[in-house]
């Protein structure tokens, strides 16, 4: 009997989104670092992939006067510093196997709107015979959420490890996590 194949989603752990950086989430530099040991240590996954934010022009998504929910001040703007992966993650990169960029020309969430250059996320996990995925990284409330609700929707078992995440909204996590669970996401705590 085959084993079923189990893939971990790092959902946009850049310096953007960072104490720092120009879109910060309290507490992504420690997810950073927790999220590099955890995998430094861990030998569960057959596939470990990065999403990042790689703004060149999205257009609305951006603006000078941002409302936070549906714009935002310009962030993740491909070619920076700021969009590459969080310098934690360069501890692990060898055990990176694929890297998605998303929003390249128009706002995107879910790392499911992304693609290496050549294949999307769904096309990815879908070669590599995926079954079940975890996802951790930034923002449990914005990117982290849509990235598990697509994998769900798209018919992959999805646990998000909420541990591995940080909140832009802290207030709201029993809101998004109970969100998640009616797609039929178990959120690990």
């Not at 189990?6 to 309290?26: H, N, Y």
């Not at 999220?35 to 596939?47: G, L, N, P």
């Not at 992304?114 to 015979?129: H, N, P, V, Y």
Request: charged share 25%; glycine share 8%.
């Amino acid at each position: 009997m085959n084993k079923l194949k189990k893939a971990l989603v790092i959902v946009d752990v850049q310096p953007t989104f960072c104490e720092g950086g120009s879109l910060p989430v309290d507490g992504g530099n420690k997810v950073a670092k927790q999220i590099a040991t955890f995998v430094s240590d861990d030998e569960t996954y057959d596939c470990i992939i990065t999403t990042q934010d790689w703004h060149i022009d999205p257009g609305m998504h951006f603006s000078d006067e941002p409302n936070y929910q549906d714009t935002w001040p310009p962030h993740g703007v491909a070619g920076t510093d700021e969009a590459d992966l969080h310098p934690e993650l360069l501890n692990i990169i060898e055990k990176i196997n694929y890297s998605v960029k998303k929003g390249m020309h128009k706002a995107a969430y879910s790392g499911f709107e992304g693609s290496d250059g050549e294949e999307s996320l769904k096309q990815i996990l879908t070669k590599e015979s995926i079954a079940s995925i975890d996802i951790v990284g930034l923002a449990f409330d914005h990117c982290v959420k849509a990235t598990a609700i697509d994998s769900a929707q798209a018919g992959f078992k999805t646990r998000v490890l909420s541990k591995f995440t940080a909140a832009v909204s802290p207030a709201n996590t029993n809101v998004v996590s109970d969100e998640m669970r009616s797609h039929g996401i178990e959120v690990i705590k």
